[in-house]
């Protein structure tokens, strides 16, 4: 990596809260192996219908709550949300080893995983302003994909040494512990106070405000669609590794681990020296070239490859999905205001699981009902068309400052008056700043970093 700028491990916040990311990511793979064994002990031959029910249960809590969290983050205070959802994603975890049906699992993955779609958007929409400086946000990112792909890779193994120890409760025991070393973690750390809001206080504004908003701004509705061929992409490896493995090749489960550290060995290089690259090119080309790959690889996977083949595929895949990964957070941090982050970022993570929920549903049913190269095929045509519809939706000249018109118009929302827009005269009753009241906007042409808020609803020019 570049070392020409400061690594952001060097700010302390940041290093207490990337702490508390590896620890709660470790705790998290470790529950992932032992969630299958449950499943096992639970339901018998029918695990693997269990398993696949909680999986879906967890995607539906992060679509349908993420939005809803987003839309209201802002009159939350961060910290202390940050350290509550912890401790309680520690509670429901730790009532796993005591569960005797199917339909209890089912309850207590979904609680988790509402903390976890609350939890998550809010973490990453602060890591921003502890970091300002666009190069070591840049970083930042890439250390947080390096530490996905690490635990992905290394949480098995982790997994299976204490296994031969101690029996599978201990991994759930073990990541109720990582949850309550993140909060602790948090509460050691000094975050900022979240921005103001510039938005009105009724509910269903403010929970739709997030997905309006992400989907008004064109960059990311292409981001998005890259989303789409992440998903065609990613849920090929994650659902049909074993199935090609161990029923085409005829191969083990080593061969099986193997493939499947193929993909995250070609998203960690990806992480190693993009932060390099985006010094130099612009996120949109980067991105879509991600498309391009994993769509590519996908087609190659027609011919149906032996090992060494199947191998450079993964690969080639991880290293398309990290480059339209990494720097996701960039794009959705330069389009949206300070105060507004957390909804645009719980919009994000909303819209690219529901991406992923599709996935994983084609690659399981395609690959059954078609067979292996019909699911290639039809996998890489999907991440074809995403990335080209990404190309369409994404415009080329997208600058981030641009001149607009205000036209003049009444309406009320949290203000301070320490702008043009909100220079006006009061009557007494309207109390301390900051305070809503209806006020009037004069016309006003200007020209500033543009993001949908409450002052600017549609985007300026033909994108309009």
Partial sequence: MNQSVESPLKNPTYRKLFSAQITSLVGTGLTTVALALLAFDLAGESAGQVLGTALAIKMIAYVCVAPIAGGFAHLLPRKETLIILDVVRAGFILTLPFLSEPWHLYLVIFGVNVCSACFTPLFQSTIPDILPNEERYTKALSYSRLAYDLENMLSPTLAALLLTLWSFDLLFMLNGVTFLVSALLVLSASLPASALTQRDGSI??????????????????????????????????????????????????????????????????????????????????????????IASALLWGMIMPGLVGLLCIWFLLGVGWSLIQTPAARVVTRSTTDGDRTAYFSANFALSHGAWFLGYGLAGWLGAALGMAQTFGILASIAFLATLWALKLWPTNDPVVREHVHKAHNHQHPHTHEDDHHDHTHEGWEGPEPHMHEHRHKEVRHAHAFAIDAHHIHWPGPER
């Fill in 204 to 293: 269903l504004g403010n929970i739709t405000f997030g997905l309006k908003a992400y989907l008004k701004t064109p960059r990311l509705r292409g981001l998005l669609a890259l989303h789409g061929a992440v998903a065609a992409g990613g849920a090929m490896v994650i659902v049909n590794s074993v199935v090609y493995v161990r029923s085409y090749l005829g191969l083990g489960e080593a061969e099986t681990a193997t493939v499947m550290m193929a993909s995250g060995a070609g998203s960690m290089v990806v992480a190693l020296y993009l932060p390099r690259l985006l010094k130099t090119v612009p996120d949109r080309p980067v991105m879509i070239a991600g498309g391009s790959l």
